[in-house]
């Protein structure tokens, strides 16, 4: 290769064109580096969206989850029809306020021999721990039995002082859970819906394992 001879002017003249060059060079890099540090900053920013974003879809399919398992434990049925009847001692019991309890209703007649076959039994449940509130139903006037007055003086004078006994009058609660034989029972979930009706006596064993098993 040939070498090529400078003059002194000319070599200066090429010192002074690459410092200029290396200065401009620096300059680059400098808004390179600005350019880099925006574009990390943006990525920054869309990063901290996205997790953001999903933060909040994990959220929401957190609690479709719980939605989801709450459907998943509800009582297969209708609502159980309402009713707000009065005890012997005056007390008021409404089933659409017993939200959160389980019900087990006893519908009987003070002449059914069937229905009297269950009582001891029943009054022992009635007066132990359980998870659900036994209430029994009868109707006074209405399907031969005895009138109100008459049927509190009978009841008082037997052994069953753990059973609640309310009262309807009008007869309207054996058309609603269509009661056509005494006894019948109703079972009614935490979440006021009828599970089942059954005909007959069960025994407590029975109930209690019905309700720990098929209702909710």
């Known amino acids: 290769m040939k070498k090529i001879k400078l003059l002194k002017p000319a070599l200066t003249a090429i010192m002074l064109t690459a410092a200029i060059m290396a200065s401009g060079c620096s300059q680059q890099g400098a808004g390179k580096e600005n350019n880099t540090e925006s574009v990390n900053k943006s990525t920054d920013a869309k990063s901290a969206g996205e997790n953001k974003d999903m933060e909040v879809k994990n959220a929401n399919i957190d609690e479709k989850t719980k939605n989801d398992e709450s459907t998943a434990e509800a009582n297969k049925g209708d609502i159980a029809p309402d009713f707000d009847l009065v005890d012997m001692d005056g007390n008021e019991?409404?089933?659409?306020?017993?939200?959160?309890?389980?019900?087990?209703?006893?519908?009987?007649?003070?002449?059914c021999s069937a229905c009297l076959a269950g009582m001891d039994e029943l009054n022992k449940m009635s007066g132990e721990d359980n998870?659900?509130?036994?209430?029994?139903?009868?109707?006074?006037?209405?399907?031969?039995?005895?009138?109100?007055?008459?049927?509190?003086?009978?009841?008082?004078?037997?052994?069953?002082?753990?059973?609640?006994?309310?009262?309807?009058?009008?007869?309207?609660s054996l058309e609603d859970y269509q009661v056509r034989a005494f006894p019948t029972a109703a079972y009614i979930g935490s979440d006021g819906v009828l599970v089942t009706t059954q005909l007959g006596n069960s025994s407590s064993a029975k109930i209690r394992d019905a309700f720990a098993k098929h209702v909710k």
Not at 100 to 111: N, R
Not at 144 to 162: H, L, P, R, T
């Open 131 to 172: 998870d659900f509130e036994v209430v029994t139903i009868v109707t006074p006037g209405v399907n031969g039995e005895m009138g109100k007055e008459d049927f509190i003086k009978w009841f008082k004078s037997q052994n069953y002082s753990n059973i609640r006994v309310l009262f309807d009058e009008s007869g309207k």
């Open 93 to 111: 019991f409404k089933l659409s306020e017993q939200k959160g309890k389980k019900v087990y209703v006893k519908f009987w007649a003070s002449w």
